[in-house]
């Protein structure tokens, strides 16, 4: 079905969906971006990368109504609950000195599959 004819709802929702999976990639950027800061520059910016995880941590969620809302395709929504639970992970790495060396390769993880959940955003978007 084209996206013209589409309810106004599923059309708003797809392009919620949109928005927060773009957002997501781009806070997972900058999450890494701070973190590089820190180790290159200046090890206050740690402080700044422990914040930033706080307010783009439940995105995923949000994607998952959204999700749903708009009538993505079923495996859309267990993406973003994937996406929740790396960046749940992600503190145990964070503070568990043994898995310490996991925390890289998952935020690596985290910018492919929320590449894919955004592109497959736009795929899904003209879609029913």
């Not at 992600?90 to 310490?100: D, E, I, M, P, S």
Request: aromatic share 12%.
């Amino acid at each position: 079905m084209e996206n013209s004819k589409l309810s106004g709802r599923v059309r708003t929702s797809r392009l919620t969906f949109i928005i927060l999976a773009w957002g997501l990639v781009a806070c997972i950027v900058a999450q890494t971006l701070l973190a590089g800061m820190a180790l290159f520059n200046d090890p206050k910016h740690w402080s700044h990368h422990v914040i930033f995880v706080h307010i783009f941590e439940f995105i995923p969620l949000l994607m998952i109504i959204f999700a749903f809302a708009g009538r993505l395709p079923k495996g859309t929504a267990w993406l973003c609950l994937a996406l929740f639970a790396l960046i749940y992970v992600q503190y145990f790495t964070a503070n568990l000195r043994a898995a310490g060396a996991l925390h890289p390769v998952m935020a690596l993880a985290l910018i492919i599959l929320s590449l894919h959940v955004a592109k497959r955003a736009h795929v899904s978007y003209g879609k029913l």
